[in-house]
């Protein structure tokens, strides 16, 4: 555990990510007066690049010694990283030093995320609530296991596979087949080499945030996303449609009861393995009528849900950034506005299939106009790019998410679609019904 530092009075930071949620934090943190230099990996990205200087050299673990040696040269005093996969890597492990703090986790701790059946071991241990689960790193013994029991299951690659490697399934048929996807097609990889056969369970879905300085935890109001592609949660699952905060459906009591019973469980779980947790913990929950019970861990901020709740961050996001990286999170003053933040995501015709790039984008000034004193709009990049005109055009299957703060879930979630019909491109389609999940029910 590295001494508390104080935050220095100017800094100069290096933001790793390329995506909307990397957007949302180096929009977060242009607002720092603290900011003396921003650099970031991703200058493709259109809104990355209109914040950023791009960084010469690549962040990806290849060339460790010139990594290191770059931040050493520009004095980068706190590295940023918004992704799974460098974390994964270990990027954070060789980017830390005496000078320069690192917002994300080691390697070792990143594992919660990068290897579900690491994670379900540490819940295990530590009697976190979860649903049952079976690891086999031998898919005839998990096809024995899926014939006999009969029940509804969720078929998981215990590795990183994007989001999309969780096969939930009501038969047995449909278990089979996940098995195949996973252990014998290869659909994700070496992400499959161990496969997790999980009760399935049913309920709400919360995404329950928290900042871990090793230690000290701080919990994020709760936030929702929708991960499927159609309006009444129908098809495919994506990366996340949308997403806002603060989600209604979690009481204080309830909260308390999920920092008390999984988040402070699962940090001293690591600890007592030797592992220090640093940044910032998602807890992916299943509100079952036994209780909250975890779904997933992730090691990052989600992707949408970083956009909201950027988007309310009211207080010094480089203090907040660096006493998480730091140690210092119980002198941290981290505050946000009170109204709720709604970001739809706008999308390419086709995701989470197939889809086409270069779509020319326009009406985002005509979205951001609707901003008043009372509400606001942002529209953060995540697929977007400058073709050789300089012309803004899609570039993936998340393009936009088009984010309103207002003063409750209703008017940020008609304000955030009436911002995405001012914005224009050839396929657009969005999820008008985000945030229906409470508002239908009240
Ligand atoms: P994961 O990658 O583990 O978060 O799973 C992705 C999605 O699959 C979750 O957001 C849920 O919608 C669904 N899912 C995962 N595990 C379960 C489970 N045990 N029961 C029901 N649905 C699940
Ligand atoms: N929005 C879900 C995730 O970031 O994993």
């Given at each position: 555990?590295?001494?508390?530092?104080?935050?220095?009075?100017?800094?100069?930071?290096?933001?790793?990510?390329?995506?909307?949620?990397?957007?949302?934090?180096?929009?977060?943190?242009?607002?720092?007066?603290?900011?003396?230099?921003?650099?970031?990996?991703?200058?493709?990205?259109?809104?990355?690049?209109?914040?950023?200087?791009?960084?010469?050299?690549?962040?990806?673990?290849?060339?460790?010694?010139?990594?290191?040696?770059?931040?050493?040269?520009?004095?980068?005093?706190?590295?940023?990283?918004?992704?799974?996969?460098?974390?994964?890597?270990?990027?954070?492990?060789?980017?830390?030093?005496?000078?320069?703090?690192?917002?994300?986790?080691?390697?070792?701790?990143?594992?919660?995320?990068?290897?579900?059946?690491?994670?379900?071991?540490?819940?295990?241990?530590?009697?976190?609530?979860?649903?049952?689960?079976?690891?086999?790193?031998?898919?005839?013994?998990?096809?024995?296991?899926?014939?006999?029991?009969?029940?509804?299951?969720?078929?998981?690659?215990?590795?990183?596979?994007?989001?999309?490697?969780?096969?939930?399934?009501?038969?047995?048929?449909?278990?089979?087949?996940?098995?195949?996807?996973?252990?014998?097609?290869r659909e994700f990889g070496n992400a499959g080499d161990t496969l997790i056969v999980e009760e399935k369970l049913s309920g709400q879905e919360v995404s329950v945030l928290a900042l871990v300085d090793g230690r000290n935890i701080w919990m994020f109001e709760p936030c929702q996303d929708h991960k499927q592609v159609g309006e009444g949660d129908t098809g495919p699952n994506t990366g996340g449609m949308g997403a806002y905060c603060p989600a209604p459906i979690l009481d204080n009591k309830t909260m308390a009861l999920?920092?008390?019973?999984?988040?402070?469980?699962?940090?001293?779980?690591?600890?007592?393995?030797?592992?220090?947790?640093?940044?910032?913990?998602?807890?992916?929950?299943?509100?079952?009528?036994?209780?909250?019970?975890?779904?997933?861990?992730?090691?990052?901020?989600?992707?949408?849900?970083?956009?909201?709740?950027?988007?309310?961050?009211?207080?010094?996001?480089?203090?907040?950034?660096?006493?998480?990286?730091?140690?210092?999170?119980?002198?941290?003053?981290?505050?946000?506005?009170?109204?709720?933040?709604?970001?739809?995501?706008?999308?390419?015709?086709?995701?989470?299939?197939?889809?086409?790039?270069?779509?020319?984008?326009?009406?985002?000034?005509?979205?951001?106009?609707?901003?008043?004193?009372?509400?606001?709009?942002?529209?953060?990049?995540?697929?977007?790019?400058?073709?050789?005109?300089?012309?803004?055009?899609?570039?993936?299957?998340?393009?936009?998410?088009?984010?309103?703060?207002?003063?409750?879930?209703?008017?940020?979630?008609?304000?955030?679609?009436?911002?995405?019909?001012?914005?224009?491109?050839?396929?657009?389609?969005?999820?008008?019904?985000?945030?229906?999940?409470?508002?239908?029910?009240?």
């Amino acid at each position: 555990m590295p001494r508390p530092r104080p935050c220095p009075k100017t800094a100069r930071v290096l933001l790793i990510g390329g995506g909307g949620r990397e957007h949302a934090i180096a929009w977060a943190i242009r607002k720092s007066p603290r900011l003396e230099k921003l650099w970031i990996t991703n200058p493709e990205n259109a809104g990355l690049a209109a914040l950023g200087v791009p960084c010469p050299v690549a962040m990806d673990m290849k060339d460790t010694f010139h990594m290191r040696r770059w931040c050493e040269k520009e004095n980068i005093d706190l590295v940023v990283i918004g992704p799974e996969q460098p974390l994964a890597a270990g990027v954070s492990d060789v980017l830390e030093s005496k000078t320069c703090a690192v917002f994300g986790p080691s390697k070792q701790a990143a594992q919660l995320e990068a290897d579900k059946a690491f994670a379900k071991q540490v819940m295990r241990h530590a009697a976190i609530p979860t649903a049952e689960a079976r690891i086999y790193r031998d898919s005839e013994a998990a096809i024995l296991f899926v014939t006999t029991r009969e029940e509804p299951c969720v078929i998981k690659a215990s590795g990183l596979a994007a989001g999309k490697g969780a096969i939930v399934c009501d038969t047995t048929e449909q278990a089979l087949e996940a098995i195949h996807r996973v252990a014998v097609a290869r659909e994700f990889g070496n992400a499959g080499d161990t496969l997790i056969v999980e009760e399935k369970l049913s309920g709400q879905e919360v995404s329950v945030l928290a900042l871990v300085d090793g230690r000290n935890i701080w919990m994020f109001e709760p936030c929702q996303d929708h991960k499927q592609v159609g309006e009444g949660d129908t098809g495919p699952n994506t990366g996340g449609m949308g997403a806002y905060c603060p989600a209604p459906i979690l009481d204080n009591k309830t909260m308390a009861l999920v920092e008390r019973e999984i988040v402070v469980p699962t940090v001293d779980a690591l600890r007592r393995d030797g592992i220090e947790y640093r940044g910032v913990l998602y807890v992916g929950l299943m509100l079952t009528p036994a209780g909250p019970k975890v779904l997933e861990f992730n090691c990052r901020f989600g992707d949408p849900e970083c956009q909201p709740l950027m988007t309310r961050l009211t207080s010094d996001p480089i203090e907040m950034l660096w006493a998480t990286a730091t140690g210092g999170l119980e002198r941290a003053d981290i505050t946000f506005d009170s109204r709720t933040a709604c970001c739809v995501v706008m999308c390419s015709a086709g995701y989470p299939g197939t889809y086409e790039k270069g779509k020319i984008i326009t009406g985002i000034e005509d979205a951001e106009a609707l901003s008043t004193d009372e509400q606001h709009v942002v529209v953060f990049h995540a697929g977007t790019t400058r073709n050789s005109n300089g012309d803004l055009v899609t570039n993936g299957g998340r393009v936009l998410g088009v984010t309103a703060l207002a003063q409750d879930l209703h008017a940020a979630r008609d304000l955030a679609n009436l911002a995405c019909s001012r914005i224009h491109f050839e396929g657009a389609f969005y999820r008008h019904d985000i945030g229906d999940r409470v508002l239908v029910r009240t």
